[in-house]
């Protein structure tokens, strides 16, 4: 986050497909009293204070921060086109420089796994709004966009998932 932070991203969207994990993960990037806290006490930017911020929205992000919205998956699909109070929708990311980060990323492959099994509409688009395209419509039309995914259950064994990532795996190692 910081080396993004570096690189101007000021607006973090980190999404989980579990509710408990999520709130584990906002213990560890918010609080700075939890054991887990993935900072320094003090985050100290080019010689200035930067604050780590949950936010509902990008809407009331602030520009010198590092703004981090927490979302479900079950909740990221529920907002996908829609435009509300406190919702995330693929909107909410045009002119920002986004970062979405996936944790237990695996969950976002289900359609890639299932791909021949899956029905198209005319458009040769899955019909099914699934997590793994609810997350591409928040991701691909945004070049500025980066999109970081966390497994340690990657299965490589599928040949599209295989493809899908081909290029793309920066870090990979074994849990031992």
């Known amino acids: 986050m910081l080396f993004l932070y ?11 497909h579990s509710n408990s ?3 584990k993960a906002r213990c560890n990037f918010v609080d700075s009293t939890s054991p887990k806290y993935q900072f320094a ?3 100290i930017v080019d010689g200035r204070l930067v604050n780590v911020v949950e936010c509902n929205s990008f809407d ?15 909740k990221i699909r529920t907002d996908a086109g829609t ?3 406190f919702s995330l929708s693929p ?3 045009y002119g920002r420089k986004t970062c ?17 099994k899956a029905t198209l509409d005319e ?17 691909e039309p945004f070049p500025d966009n980066v999109l970081l995914e966390f497994t340690a259950t990657l299965d490589e064994s599928n040949a599209d998932v295989r493809n899908k990532y081909s290029g793309k795996v920066l870090y990979d190692y074994s849990l031992k």
């Open 6 to 16: 570096k690189k101007g991203y000021r607006n973090f969207v980190f999404f989980v």
């Open 41 to 43: 006490e003090r985050i």
């Open 83 to 85: 435009t509300k109070e």
């Open 100 to 116: 979405l980060i996936s944790d237990e990323a695996h969950h976002l492959n289900v359609s890639t796994k299932n791909r021949k």
């Open 91 to 93: 909107g909410e990311m």
């Open 21 to 23: 994990i999520l709130s």
């Open 123 to 139: 458009n040769g688009e899955l019909e099914s709004r699934s997590w793994e395209s609810c997350v591409s419509d928040m991701f």
């Open 60 to 74: 009331d992000a602030s520009p010198d921060d590092i703004n981090i919205v927490f979302r479900s998956l079950q």
